[in-house]
């Protein structure tokens, strides 16, 4: 089996391992409908099959203009919805606003408004936005039929409107029409941006931030699990020093790969003659890695002001004292404190794609990291960005492979 994985994996352009992988995968996904074939019809069907989709998906990422990023995530905080928190602040001020600074707005660009009349809605707007034309200051009323696609209803004032997505620039350097000109801004534009340690296309290996937008920010990422993107590059950023990725939609999907684990320094974190280490270590510093969730308050105290307040994160090691599986498949995974009971317990969120990460029971030991907060009244907070099981309570893993190889 392990020559025939060799001459598949040489002509599909792969490592015989990853073949394997993806033959596990095809024979897990058929093997209800696959129960009239012998395991060799089985294995030989999922081989070529796991060749083609392998061969399927190199073709895709070159077409792209893609390149793999391989390493792990260790970090995938919440996604925030800029335009969402957009539209709920608008909506706040113009609830605080009269018909003048209404009009301010839209003679600055920076809404359309749709007010209901007997022939349709009258349409407030800046002139320049609805000619596609460059902008100059300026308010006009026109009777419209019908609502556009992309308006928000604001009940308090009996009005639809919208935010204009672009009022500076109707067409592009190449000369192209700009599409987001004078029209409605998306009413959701989710975005998270995770780090990743790792190699691009071969490169070092370093810190990169990866930006993921659109339906592909709803997507929590696997954190301290060896693996491979696809992505496109950019320009380092200048305040962090990290590299920059931003994902492309329909390509840019994790794959796990425990071969990945060789590029990185070393694991994440273990404990070694009493003593933490690993690349988190690394990373964060004995400043940022805390011993309590009683440190999480007068951490936020003292860095609350530093300048990269919205940048850092923390680590912390926990204790799992609880697993708990919801109905739809997802798992929350409650952590204690490892030196004072009574301090408030961290919960963990594992989405129901991510199931097979729970291979350990509670008594195991857990790094957290994430960003702190604190309430309004006063209460510290841990927001997480990534797990990492450092001591598993679990049964006797035979197959081993990744960090804890030998």
Wanted: proline share 5%; glycine share 10%; charged share 25%.
């Amino acid at each position: 089996m392990t020559n025939e994985y060799e001459k598949v994996a040489k002509q599909v352009g792969t490592t015989p391992a990853a073949i394997e992988r993806r033959v596990g995968v095809v024979l897990e996904e058929n093997k209800a409908t696959w129960t009239g074939f012998s395991s060799d019809e089985q294995q030989n069907r999922a081989v070529r099959i796991a060749a083609r989709q392998l061969m399927g998906e190199k073709r895709k990422i070159a077409s792209s203009g893609c390149v793999l990023l391989s390493g792990c995530f260790i970090t995938s905080p919440p996604y925030k919805d800029w335009a969402k928190m957009a539209y709920k602040k608008m909506n706040n001020t113009l609830a605080e606003l009269d018909s003048t600074g209404i009009d301010a707005l839209i003679t600055s660009g920076a809404i359309v408004t749709y007010t209901p009349s007997d022939s349709g809605y009258a349409r407030k707007a800046n002139p320049s936005l609805m000619k596609k034309e460059a902008f100059t200051s300026g308010i006009s009323e026109t009777e419209v039929p019908s609502l556009p696609k992309g308006t928000v209803e604001h009940e308090g004032l009996g009005i639809h409107y919208y935010i204009v997505a672009d009022s500076t620039m109707p067409k592009y350097p190449s000369g192209d029409a700009n599409f987001r000109y004078g029209n409605p801004r998306k009413q959701s534009e989710p975005e998270r941006t995770c780090l990743f340690l790792g190699s691009l296309d071969g490169g070092e290996v370093r810190l990169y931030e990866v930006k993921f937008s659109g339906d592909e920010a709803l997507t929590q990422q696997l954190t301290y699990t060896p693996g491979s993107i696809p992505v496109k590059g950019g320009k380092d950023n200048a305040k962090t020093g990290n590299g920059r990725a931003w994902t492309r939609k329909g390509v840019s999907i994790f794959s796990e790969d425990p071969d990945s684990a060789s590029l990185l320094p070393s694991a994440p974190f273990v404990i070694a003659d009493g003593k933490p280490e690993g690349f988190i270590v690394d990373i964060l510093g004995e400043d940022k890695l805390l011993s309590s969730f009683n440190d999480l308050l007068p951490y936020y105290d003292a860095h609350r002001d530093d300048e990269d307040w919205w940048e850092q994160w923390v680590g912390l090691m926990g204790e799992v004292s609880h697993i708990d599986t919801l109905d739809n498949g997802a798992t929350t995974i409650v952590v204690g404190d490892m030196e004072d009971f009574t301090a408030p317990a961290i919960e963990v969120r594992v989405p129901a794609i991510h199931s097979n990460t729970i291979d350990f029971a509670v008594g195991s030991t857990i790094l957290l990291t994430g960003a702190v907060w604190k309430t309004n009244d006063g209460e510290p907070r841990m927001s997480v960005y990534g797990w990492h099981i450092v001591d598993s309570v679990a049964p006797v893993i035979t197959d081993v492979s990744g960090w804890d190889a030998e």
